[in-house]
Structure formats: C-alpha cells, structure tokens
T-cell receptor, first 115, second 113 residues
Framework: GAGVSQSPSNKVTEKGKDVELRCDPI?????LYWYRQSLGQGLEFLIY????????KSGLPSDRFSAERTGGSVSTLTIQRTQQEDSAVYLC?????????????FGPGTRLLVL | QKEVEQNSGPLSVPEGAIASLNCTYS??????FFWYRQYSGKSPELIMS????GDKEDGRFTAQLNKASQYVSLLIRDSQPSDSATYLC?????????????FGAGTQVVVTP
C-alpha cells in the first residue's frame, strides 16, 4: 500500500506567521509520530499519537507548537508565530502499534524555512 | 550525556571494503534497536532491526547487539558507492512506553571508488 505522505514538501514563511504541516500515515497504522531534524542534527522527537489521543507531547519545544489527529488518520502539526530557529525538516512516522518491535516508517518530510 | 551516541564521521571506506559503524546507548533496559539509512535530502529508511544479543545478517548488512555493553553496531560488507549516506542508530527505550525512538546524530559514510 501507499507509504506515509506529508504536505507540503517545502514551505517558506516569514517570521511571525503560522504554518500547518500535514501527515497522512499508512492505512491501518494506529501510532503516529512527529520528529524534527535540524541541519546536521539527528532526529528529535516532538509528539506521539495513539489513535486521536496524544499521550506523549514531551518533545514539543514550546507552546507555539501544537498537533492534532482526526479520525485516527491524518495529523496536522501547527507552529504559531514561527521563529527562525523553527527552520528544519519535520518528519512524520507511523507504525501499526507503538510498542515492542513495531517498525516506524517515515514520510518524505516537510522542509520548513522561516525567513 | 546523550542517550544515543554515534561517531559523526565521515567514515571513508574504499569500495568493496567493510564499513563498521558503532552506537552506544544509555538506557540499560532498551529492547529494540534500529538502523536507518538517510540519503542527503531524503527521509530515513529502515535497513536493519535487532532485538536479541548477537548478530543478525541481511544481505550485505550485519547488525550486532551487546546489551551488557549497551552497544549496537552495523557492518556493511562489500561497500558500494550507493551505500554513501548517513546511518542513524535508533533505540526504543523501556523508560518510555510509547514507542518513541531515540536517535543518534548519525554517522556519515562515504564509499570511494
């Protein structure tokens, strides 16, 4: 079946504007994760969804970041009042279940540039 | 101390040689370990997973796990130019039950013809 998809693939915005990033997980995957990868850095966990609930938001860097998931499927990550340090690649991953040996499959990412 | 550590490289490997990548982790109770390959400008793709001590082989790739030493490695045999990428070590820790992966910063591998 289709893999994880994300949109937009690239986003350029001005400092202070709000942006929305979308993730469409693999059909049937109940677990959905958002990660962020800054230039030359490893992946940083942001938030995890099981169904429509977010039991782990510990990675969100500030209250400007929020996310939701609807219908146990599509998720939207919103960044309000963007700052230049928000520039990064935002990656979404999904897995059938969250625990144990389940593999996380990554989408192509959204490259966000804040000017 | 970072939870997952890797040498950043670059690791330069002649074509046909063995590339050896290392990763250490701090959460002693971790149970699941993954190696992802990431080409420049692309998203990570899973190449190996390992859960038990010992070796696991898949084609030209061998993952090795030593939980007592909190160490996981990846060997790439007969390295090809197409293996040039950044290799990310990821660990699923037991202290967090929601399955999030802790990633190392990645090791850049450059295979020279």
């Amino acid at each position: 079946g289709a893999g994880v998809s994300q949109s937009p693939s690239n986003k350029v915005t001005e400092k202070g504007k709000d942006v929305e990033l979308r993730c469409d997980p693999i059909s049937g995957h109940t677990a959905l994760y958002w990660y962020r990868q800054s230039l030359g850095q490893g992946l940083e966990f942001l938030i995890y969804f099981q169904g429509n609930s977010a039991p782990d938001k510990s990675g969100l860097p500030s209250d400007r970041f929020s996310a939701e998931r609807t219908g146990g499927s599509v998720s939207t990550l919103t960044i309000q009042r963007t700052q230049q340090e928000d520039s990064a690649v935002y990656l979404c991953a999904s897995s059938f279940r969250p625990r144990g040996k389940e593999t996380q499959y990554f989408g192509p990412g959204t490259r966000l540039l804040v000017l | 101390q970072k939870e997952v550590e890797q040498n950043s490289g670059p690791l330069s490997v002649p074509e046909g040689a063995i590339a050896s990548l290392n990763c250490t982790y701090s959460d002693r109770g971790s149970q699941s370990f993954f190696w992802y390959r990431q080409y420049s400008g692309k998203s990570p793709e899973l190449i190996m997973s390992i859960y038990s001590n010992g070796d696991k082989e898949d084609g030209r790739f061998t993952a090795q796990l030593n939980k007592a030493s909190q160490y996981v490695s990846l060997l790439i045999r007969d390295s090809q130019p197409s293996d040039s990428a950044t290799y990310l070590c990821a660990v699923k820790g037991v202290t967090d039950s929601w399955g999030k992966l802790q990633f190392g910063a990645g090791t850049q591998v450059v295979v020279t013809p």
